[in-house]
């Protein structure tokens, strides 16, 4: 069984900083893209951030210059940096992943997902 699963979410003032990491396990041939999408309350999933094998990263307008991601392909983990956090980041914060497994199924990923709440 291939997953993801998140951790460093939690609990932080508005200023401050936290580290989100996201390890791919299983029977896993490879990994393309990753990447992390939030989703506030009352409003759709958005786009954060991702990073492709060869480490092109993309963010949204919103956390350029805050966020950087970054991934060990040794350990198949992507890292979301958050600084500068605002309260309007807060939102559950989900990896995402699109992989080759053994057999030769490609695979979009979810994690479950892990929340962030910044405080004013």
């Known amino acids: 069984q291939v997953q993801l699963v998140e951790s460093g979410g939690g609990l932080v003032q508005a200023g401050g900083s936290l580290r989100l990491s996201c390890a791919a396990s299983?029977?896993?041939?490879?990994?393309?893209?990753m990447g992390w999408y939030r989703q506030a309350p009352g409003k759709q999933r958005e786009l954060v951030a991702t990073?492709?094998?060869?480490?092109?990263?993309n963010y949204a307008d919103s956390v350029k210059g805050r966020f950087t991601i970054s991934r060990d392909n040794a350990k198949n983990t992507v890292y979301l940096q958050m600084n500068s956090l605002k309260p309007e980041d807060t939102a559950v914060y989900y990896c995402n992943a699109g992989l080759l497994r053994r057999g030769g199924e490609y695979l979009n990923l979810w994690g479950q997902g892990t929340l962030v709440t910044v405080s004013s």
């Open positions: 299983g029977s896993i041939v490879s990994i393309n893209f």
């Open positions: 990073i492709t094998s060869g480490s092109r990263t």
